[in-house]
T-cell receptor, first 118, second 111 residues
Framework: GAVVSQHPSWVICKSGTSVKIECRSL??????MFWYRQFPKQSLMLMATSNEGSKATYEQGVEKDKFLINHASLTLSTLTVTSAHPEDSSFYIC??????????????FGAGSRLTVL | GIQVEQSPPDLILQEGANSTLRCNFS?????LQWFHQNPWGQLINLFY???GTKQNGRLSATTVATERYSLLYISSSQTTDSGVYFC?????????????FGQGTILTVHP
């Protein structure tokens, strides 16, 4: 089946640095990808929608200048956490529609990226 | 926005037991998916089931859209079934792909 690949799976960085997370669709094209965040022992919350060829749309309360999203091609979306601080430490997960004929609403998720900011 | 409630929040089973997880949602949906999040955080698609019944091995799911709930059945549970089970929906009329997740059910299966 369709696979969404996410890299890196975990990253530790110093406060004030920027971190880039990549999300790739393997063997299929994704004009739209979605970025979620999950804090420990909590559910997933949608952060933003990444659109190939246009600006990302952010959910209410998500700082677009802190979480930069670039959908560079039909198979790659990147999330850059800029000037990271300890409160940005979280599990970041991307997803893409993979429903094919079953419907574009079927989402498949990457393995996630665990960010720890010291 | 749409509300998604899952029950029970925690479930502890002995290997071999059966269980039922429930997901209630507050509005009509055009997508409902069940996921299993393993200990490493990977979300695994179990079912895409906005309505009806599906079965896959020891797992089955039923969604009664008119009554706004879905059930996930796990039969003959195994220790590898442990993890968090999430129900997620897309409300009717919402932009596609915007899944709203429930709080999850933490399942622990003991040998």
């Amino acid at each position: 089946g369709a696979v969404v690949s996410q890299h890196p799976s975990w990253v530790i960085c110093k406060s004030g640095t920027s971190v880039k997370i990549e999300c790739r669709s393997l063997d299929f094209q994704a004009t739209t990808m979605f970025w979620y965040r999950q804090f420990p022992k909590q559910s997933l919350m949608l952060m933003a929608t990444s659109n190939e060829g246009s600006k990302a749309t952010y959910e209410q309360g998500v700082e677009k200048d802190k979480f930069l999203i670039n959908h560079a091609s039909l198979t790659l979306s990147t999330l850059t956490v800029t000037s990271a601080h300890p409160e940005d430490s979280s599990f970041y997960i991307c997803s893409a529609p993979t429903g094919g004929r079953a419907g574009a609403n079927v989402l498949t998720f990457g393995a996630g990226s665990r960010l720890t900011v010291l | 926005g749409i509300q998604v409630e899952q029950s029970p929040p925690d479930l502890i089973l002995q290997e071999g037991a059966n269980s039922t997880l429930r997901c209630n949602f507050s509005d009509s949906v055009n997508n409902l998916q069940w996921f299993h999040q393993n200990p490493w955080g990977q979300l695994i698609n179990l079912f895409y089931i906005p309505s009806g019944t599906k079965q896959n091995g020891r797992l089955s799911a039923t969604t009664v859209a008119t009554e706004r709930y879905s059930l996930l059945y796990i039969s003959s549970s195994q220790t590898t079934d442990s993890g968090v089970y999430f129900c997620a929906v897309i409300a009717g009329g919402t932009s596609y792909g915007k899944l709203t997740f429930g709080q999850g059910t933490i399942l622990t299966v003991h040998p």
